[in-house]
C-alpha cells in the first residue's frame, strides 16, 4: 500500500505536524505501507532533525517539489491557490501511484474536491470551521455560508473519506448530522514535548527587572490575535500594579504596516508607563519557545477568532503555565473545561489589564493541565492521521 502526505508549507504547525508524523514512524514503523512525504523544496534543510531521523525508518520516503512548483504556489492567492496546490499534490500521487493522500491542510484541497476527481482516497485536516461562526451581520453571514456550502460540497465527494476537526466534538457532531455524513472526526491537536534550552534565564535574556510577572503574548502578531489589545493593555494597569508587570511578546507581525504601528505603541507604553514591554520581532526555535512557556507567568490569548483551537494552549499546559483566553467558543470550553486559566468577558485592553493584576499572586491548577495534555499527545495525532 502507498500513502502521501502532502504539505509544501513549513511555517508554524505544518512542519510541526510533519515531524509528530515522523516521529511516529520511527517508533512503530508500519510494514507493507510506503509514505511519500510531499514537502517544500527546502524542507531538509530547514528541519535536519525530522530529515535525518527517517532515514531509519525504509518506508518513509521524501519527495520535495520543485523550486518553480514552489514559486507558483507562493505566487498564487484564495481560490487559485487551493486550485493550484490540489493540481501539485494530484501530480505527485498519480506518479506515484498512492492508494490514499493525506492533504495536511483541507485549504489545499477544498475546492479542487468540489469539481475534480480521483481515483484515491483523501483525508484531510479542517482548521478553519464555520460551525461557530457568528452570523449577526451581513459579512458575517456571508462568510458562514460559503465556509458552509464549500464544506459541503467537498464533503459530497465520495473520495473525501476523512476530514478531521481539531479539539472539537461539538461541531464534528454538528457537522456529521448536517450533511448527513460520518466523514467528520475530531482530532487531537498534538501538543509536543519539548526540552528547553540549557542555562537559559527569560530575566537575564530580555533585560527583564527580577521582581516583575511575565505574560507571554506568542505566536504570529496580528489583529486576529488581538496583540493591538495587548499592547494598549500597559496604559489600564493602575499605577501602583505597573512595576509589578511585564509584557513578552515575541513572533512576527503578520504584514509591515502591523510591524510599524506595533513599534510605536510599544513605544508610547515604554514612554508612559512603568509597564515593561519587550517585541522579540521572530520566530524563535522550539527549544527556546519551550523555555519561555517554562519561565513565563501566564499567557495572553485575546483572539477574536476564538471558535477554533490554539496550539499555544497546548503549549502552555505542558508548561503548566495559566492562560488569560477569550471567554468565547471553543477556546472557553477547554479552559473551563481543564481549569486551564482566567476568561475575559471582553478581550479589550482594559479587560486584559484587570486580569494581569488579578492573577499576579495565582498559580496554575496542574491537575488539569496534565489531563489536557494526556488527551492531545502526538501519539494519538498521528494514528489518527496515519489511519492506524
Not at 458575517?140 to 459530497?156: A, D, M, N
Not at 465520495?158 to 448536517?178: A, G, I, Q, S, W
Request: contains cysteine; charged residues 25%; positive net charge.
Amino acid at each position: 500500500m502507498k500513502k502521501l502526505i502532502y504539505d509544501t508549507v513549513i511555517t508554524g504547525h505544518h512542519s510541526e505536524y510533519i515531524g509528530h508524523l515522523v516521529d511516529y514512524l520511527h517508533e512503530s514503523p508500519c510494514g507493507g505501507v510506503t509514505y511519500y512525504f510531499v514537502v517544500h523544496p527546502n524542507f531538509s534543510e530547514m528541519f535536519p532533525d525530522i530529515y535525518l531521523k527517517s532515514k531509519n525508518v525504509e518506508n518513509i520516503i521524501w519527495t520535495p517539489i520543485s523550486l518553480d512548483e514552489s514559486q507558483q504556489l507562493d505566487a498564487s492567492n484564495g481560490i487559485w491557490s487551493s486550485l493550484r496546490s490540489f493540481d501539485t499534490m494530484n501530480r505527485y500521487a498519480n506518479r506515484l501511484k498512492v492508494d490514499s493522500v493525506v492533504a495536511l491542510d483541507f485549504h489545499f484541497i477544498k475546492y479542487a474536491a468540489i469539481f475534480r476527481r480521483f481515483s484515491y482516497e483523501l483525508t484531510s485536516i479542517l482548521f478553519l470551521q464555520f460551525y461557530r461562526l457568528k452570523r449577526e451581520s451581513l459579512k458575517q453571514k456571508v462568510e458562514f455560508y460559503k465556509r458552509y456550502y464549500v464544506t459541503k460540497w467537498c464533503v459530497g465527494n465520495p473520495k473525501v473519506r476523512k476530514v478531521f476537526v481539531l479539539n472539537d466534538h461539538e461541531t464534528v457532531d454538528y457537522m456529521n448530522k448536517e450533511f448527513r455524513t460520518n466523514c467528520f472526526h475530531m482530532l487531537p491537536d498534538p501538543i509536543p514535548q519539548l526540552r528547553p534550552l540549557p542555562n537559559f534565564d527569560i530575566y537575564e535574556h530580555y533585560k527583564i527587572d527580577p521582581h516583575r510577572k511575565i505574560y507571554l503574548h506568542i505566536g504570529a502578531l496580528g489583529a486576529r490575535k488581538g496583540t493591538d489589545e495587548v499592547i494598549n493593555s500597559a496604559h489600564c494597569v493602575d499605577v501602583a500594579e505597573q512595576k509589578d508587570i511585564a509584557i513578552l511578546l515575541v513572533g512576527k507581525a503578520s504584514n509591515e504596516n502591523d510591524m510599524a504601528v506595533y513599534k510605536g505603541r510599544i513605544q508610547e507604553v515604554k514612554d508612559k508607563t512603568d509597564v515593561q514591554i519587550i517585541w522579540d520581532n521572530q520566530f524563535v526555535p522550539s527549544k527556546m519557545m519551550k523555555s519561555l512557556f517554562d519561565q513565563c507567568h501566564a499567557v495572553l490569548l485575546p483572539y477574536k477568532n476564538a471558535e477554533f483551537s490554539s496550539g499555544i494552549l497546548g503549549h502552555a499546559a505542558a508548561s503548566q503555565k495559566m492562560v488569560l483566553a477569550t471567554n468565547a467558543g471553543l477556546l472557553r470550553e477547554l479552559v473551563l473545561k481543564y481549569k486551564l486559566g482566567e476568561l475575559l468577558d471582553v478581550p479589550d485592553a482594559k479587560h486584559i489589564a484587570l486580569k494581569m493584576v488579578e492573577m499576579i499572586g495565582k498559580k496554575a491548577e496542574v491537575v488539569g493541565q496534565h489531563q489536557f495534555v494526556k488527551n492531545h499527545s502526538p501519539k494519538m495525532f498521528a494514528e489518527k492521521v496515519l489511519g492506524i
